[in-house]
């Protein structure tokens, strides 16, 4: 019975951690198949592909965070370019209209 719930378990260290990296970035199903019932070779070499995933995907994160900060802040310059314009146009009709006020 012990060997027959054995099968199911990671051979090791690796295997583990390279089922809870797999289930934690691809869901249950993936931390099965990255923790089969292969030999060592293969564990460590399923380590590997997990490691160049989060690699692969932390990089594109990365990118991608990188992307999503360019557009605030283009889009805070613009924020503040109109409330410039604003203010700027404000301030000319205060003038004017206290020119016209003094005027008359």
Do not use: K
């Amino acid at each position: 019975m012990e060997e027959q719930s054995n099968r199911f378990m990671p051979r090791n260290r690796a295997a583990t951690v390279a089922a809870v990296m797999g289930i934690t970035l691809f869901g249950v199903g993936a931390g099965f198949a990255v923790a089969g019932c292969g030999s060592d070779s293969n564990s460590a070499s399923s380590v590997n592909s997990v490691i160049d995933s989060v690699q692969s995907q932390a990089s594109s994160v990365q990118s991608q965070a990188s992307s999503i900060s360019t557009q605030i802040s283009t889009a805070v310059e613009s924020v503040q370019s109109q409330i410039q314009q604003n203010q700027n146009q404000n301030q000319d009709q205060n003038q004017n209209q206290n020119q016209n006020q003094n005027g008359n």
